[in-house]
Nanobody, 115 residues
């Protein structure tokens, strides 16, 4: 059974940094997709960053140059380094894993950015 557990969400000031972590268990070698998504109050869930086949990464335009997705050496952790935070980054952040796209989700970790 695939399980994903996010951590690292916190209250931060605008311009600050946070690093989110996602611990993955129960995965298989077929799982070639990892992603971070977020959902702000009253808005739909949106893609923040993703890694496909451990090679290709992609980012939402709103976070390019500020956020970086990466995997730990043991491949069972995925990180989201968030720099130059803005109030509009406030949201519940989810990690996801799957085959070719998001299939399994964690419960989320909350990020609040104050101006």
């Amino acid at each position: 059974q695939v399980q994903l557990v996010e951590s690292g969400g916190d209250l931060a000031q605008a311009g600050g940094s946070l690093r989110l972590s996602c611990a993955v268990s129960g995965t298989t070698f077929r799982m070639n997709y990892l992603g971070w998504y977020r959902q702000a109050p009253g808005k739909q869930r949106e893609l923040v960053a993703e890694i496909i086949h451990d090679v290709t990464s992609d980012y939402a335009d709103s976070v390019k140059g500020r956020f970086t997705i990466s995997r730990g050496n043991a491949k069972n952790t995925v990180y989201l380094q968030m720099n130059s935070l803005k109030p509009e980054d406030t949201a519940l952040y989810f990690c996801s894993q799957g085959i070719g796209g998001p299939q399994y989700w964690g419960q989320g970790t909350r990020v609040t950015v104050s101006s």
